[in-house]
């Protein structure tokens, strides 16, 4: 700013400076659209997921014969990772035929490979994923899926610590009271649901439910935050390309898996399509689903926002379990989803957010990148400044408009 004048970031353009009131109010409007288009990619995320989620331990229920897996259950998740694979090339493809004359390709090998090491971190909760991926099939071998479901919830507060740690996320108190809640809600639903005198493994009961509890929550945790971090610290490259990167390392871990099955059981072991069924084959369309949809979350919305939103498809799950496989919906059962979705209202209440924090998780990324750079800093509060000045000659063009979603 010089002579009460500013210059725009884009054609250099000589602009009148506009007061603090209009500029105040111009970031408003912005913040307001912004936030528009946030609650409605996150009311689809959420409704797409619930139905995803509600389904996953159903189909893996319907999928056991006689109360045991046909199945290599490392045979499913290496055919769920290709056909994410797929999808990922397809929407590359997509792309790229869409891009403008000018621009950079998105399938040009230089391109690829410079992603590549970006992205290479992405490795970290692919392996997290297959490790979690298998977990999934031994906790519906001793426990119902609506217990399955509820055990999953307990993720969030792993979660909230890990974000705190690894991303710097900051939690108002209400927000972690609201966590406290969560997890009073969960237990509600344990007390006297577990037979007594059962075992799992040849452990007792309780030895057992918390040895599995803990591996199951704590590595899909450490794997949701370490995936929202990777794709979130490289927000500029395409979520395709990620995605390709990041599914294309968990099909080489799987494989790697069932390699080492065949080594150790034997080469008849080593059929991947052995014991499927119409059931498994939607088990994978589901997993698969689930997966991509969960990529949107963690790169656009919040990791927070995504367990939440699988604590509203306990209630599916739930019924769904009740209906189908004769499981008993209990008054612990009905009270905990209460607390559960009272915890989720208060989580998400605006009185309970941190002030002066972005509750965009991409907005936290280029927050530490407008750290790093002053001129950002100074092109930042020039653009909003030549925005709010009603007398502003420049326009946006049309290539400078561009979507909350790569296309």
Same mark, same amino acid.
């Given at each position: ?121 992405? !490795?970290?909760? =692919?392996? @997290? %994923? ?8 031994? &906790?519906?071998?001793? +426990? /119902? ?5 509820m055990l999953s919830n307990l993720k969030v507060l792993v979660i909230a610590v890990l974000l705190k740690i690894v991303m710097k996320r900051r939690l108002s108190i ?31 009961? !309780?030895?057992? =439910?918390? @040895? %599995? ?8 945790? &450490?794997?949701?935050? +370490? /995936? ?17 990167f990041l599914y294309g390392y968990g099909a080489i871990f799987n494989f790697i898996a069932i390699l080492g099955i065949a080594i150790f059981k034997g080469p008849g ?19 698969? !689903? ?118």
């Amino acid at each position: 700013m010089k002579n009460g004048m500013v210059e725009c970031s884009v054609c250099r353009s000589k602009l009148v400076s506009p007061t603090t009131k209009t500029v105040s109010r111009a970031y408003d409007r912005h913040r307001s659209k912004i936030s528009k288009k946030s609650r409605a990619l996150n009311v689809l995320l959420v409704v797409g997921d619930c139905m995803l989620v509600g389904l996953q331990p159903i189909l893996v229920f319907m999928s056991k014969v006689d109360g045991k897996f046909k199945f290599s259950p490392v045979s499913v998740n290496f055919l769920t990772e290709v056909a994410k694979v797929v999808f990922a090339l397809v929407m590359l493809l997509i792309q790229a035929r869409r891009q403008k004359v000018g621009e950079k390709p998105i399938l040009s090998v230089s391109t690829f490979v410079q992603a590549a090491r970006n992205n290479v971190l992405l !490795a970290v909760p =692919a392996l @997290l %994923y297959a490790v979690n991926n298998y977990l999934k099939f031994i &906790m519906q071998l001793y +426990f /119902n899926p609506a217990t399955v479901k509820m055990l999953s919830n307990l993720k969030v507060l792993v979660i909230a610590v890990l974000l705190k740690i690894v991303m710097k996320r900051r939690l108002s108190i209400i927000q972690w009271e609201a966590l406290a809640l969560l997890l009073i809600g969960i237990s509600v639903n344990q007390l006297q649901s577990l037979p007594a005198g059962a075992s799992a493994l040849g452990l007792p009961i !309780a030895t057992g =439910a918390y @040895l %599995y509890t803990l591996i199951f929550v704590t590595v899909p945790s &450490m794997a949701s935050v +370490f /995936n929202e971090y990777a794709l979130k610290s490289q927000f500029e490259t395409s979520i395709y390309l990620q995605n390709l990167f990041l599914y294309g390392y968990g099909a080489i871990f799987n494989f790697i898996a069932i390699l080492g099955i065949a080594i150790f059981k034997g080469p008849g072991s080593f059929n991947i399509l052995e014991g499927h069924s119409k059931a498994t084959m939607l088990l994978i369309f589901n997993n698969a !689903a689930q997966g991509i949809l969960s990529s949107f979350f963690f790169k656009y919305a919040d990791t927070i926002l995504k367990k939440y939103s699988s604590t509203v498809a306990t209630i599916f799950t739930g019924i769904a379990s009740a209906a189908l496989f004769g499981h008993t919906l209990t008054i612990n059962f009905m009270l905990g989803i209460s607390i559960v979705f009272i915890s989720m209202h208060q989580f998400f209440s605006p009185l309970a957010k941190v002030k002066d924090e972005p509750q965009n998780g991409a907005m936290d990324i280029m927050e530490m990148d407008v750290q790093k750079s002053h001129r950002a800093n100074d092109s930042s509060f020039i653009d909003m400044a030549a925005g709010a000045n009603d007398d502003a000659s420049h326009r946006v063009g049309l290539d400078e408009r561009k979507p909350l979603l790569p296309i």
